[in-house]
């Protein structure tokens, strides 16, 4: 009767979370090329040049702020920006007015990873807090936790903030930060999350990528959907670490994973190149798509791999993945794929047809490359 209980309580979450999140959410985060050095002016050029780009029309819409933007706590606990953010309201209302939506980051802990000020004991006020800002969302980042918290008691911990931000009545996305402990993706939806790290923090590397995007996501699909992701970190497209090939594999790998796509570059001044990576129409079609059936991999030979992943109208999207140093002629077979007959391919990055054809198909793919193919139903 427990567990009967417990599922009918994980079910009942994941659908109010579906409200909220029904597709990975999209955006941008200050991270990963920013690090300490943001702030209230390149916030606000960052989302201006969202919306110049195309970015957001692209489905690229949460501006976040990562760790920080904290500064004290006034006599009643509440608290407040530092220097860098003298105003975060009018921030929030100058996204907001771009037609974008703003978040923000803490740590249940007494510091953030940074050492700024946490949400320790302050949960219920700091969720009032960000509603009263128009925050609309949260990424929870576990850090100084350890120091006041076991490990065993992550969930109890998480769902504090859960019900904080539930009770302000805002819709606010609900970020877990905590690197994969705990089997998160098995009580994510529970304690109110949208989206849970499965791993640890992403570098900007081929081999950083590849190994969370490859190795450390198999099994998880079944924990995948709308509302309720498995997130392997932010991208780093465009941040100088890959070559554009690995880069449209990395964005490739995402969207079959049905991953959070949050940018962490500097898009005022991204390159054509990393445009054309970031906004593929195509690609973003398979990330976002409305079944929200994480993908996974079929074969493995090698350091050659095929994955699949089920869209909403019948067809299949197909990763031809090349980790190896050399090009590799690649083959999809329709047995593997649980296709038969003859079928339509599409190549997304070349964005053309590649014809009818039955039983296989077959394309030459870069070392550490990526043919990505849509197949008609």
């Known amino acids: 009767m427990k567990r009967i209980l417990a599922l009918a309580m994980f079910a009942c979450a994941a659908l109010a979370a579906a409200d909220l999140a029904s597709t990975p959410p999209m955006g941008w985060n200050s991270w990963n090329r920013f690090h300490r050095d943001i702030d209230d002016a390149t916030v606000r050029a960052v989302a201006k040049a969202m919306v110049t780009s195309g970015m957001k029309d692209a489905g690229y819409i949460y501006v976040n702020i990562d760790d920080t933007w904290e500064g004290t706590r006034d006599a009643q606990g509440n608290i ?12 929030a209302d100058y996204v907001h007015s771009l037609g974008l939506k703003i978040g923000i980051y803490s740590s249940p802990g007494p510091r953030t990873c940074a050492g700024y000020e946490g949400s320790y004991k302050h949960e219920v006020q700091d969720a009032n807090m960000y509603a009263a800002w128009g925050i609309d969302y949260l990424k929870y980042d576990w850090c100084s936790a350890s120091r006041v918290y076991q490990q065993a008691d992550m969930q ?14 805002r819709p606010i996305v609900y970020s877990l930060c905590q690197y994969g402990l705990n089997y998160v993706w098995k009580w994510g939806p529970s304690v109110g999350g949208n989206l849970w790290r499965t791993t640890g923090d992403i570098q900007d590397s081929w081999r950083s990528m590849s190994e969370i995007g490859f190795d450390k996501q198999a099994g998880l699909e079944k924990y995948s959907g709308p509302g309720h992701w498995n997130d392997p970190d932010m991208l780093e497209i465009g941040n100088g670490g890959m070559t554009d090939v690995e880069y449209r594999t990395h964005m490739s790998l995402w969207s079959m994973l049905a ?26 079609a398979i990330d976002q798509d409305t079944l929200g059936k994480q993908g996974y991999r079929v074969t493995k030979d090698g350091q050659l791999e095929v994955w699949k992943r089920e869209l909403s109208n019948g067809d299949i999207a197909v990763g031809l993945f090349n980790r190896g140093p050399e090009p590799a002629r690649m083959t999809a077979e329709w047995s593997v794929l649980g296709l038969s007959g003859e079928h339509e391919v599409r190549d997304l990055w070349a964005h053309a047809s590649r014809g009818k054809h039955s039983d296989s198909y077959s394309a030459e793919v870069d070392a550490h490359g990526v043919v990505l193919l849509r197949i008609a139903k």
Do not use: C, H, W
């Open 156 to 169: 109890d911990v998480y769902t504090k903030m859960g019900n904080a931000l539930k009770a302000t009545g």
């Open 80 to 91: 407040r920006t530092n220097e860098k953010f003298p105003d975060m309201k009018a921030l």
């Open 259 to 284: 991953a959070p796509l949050l940018a962490g570059n500097d898009i005022s001044t991204m390159t054509e190149q990393t445009k054309e990576i970031l906004m593929n129409r195509e690609v973003i």
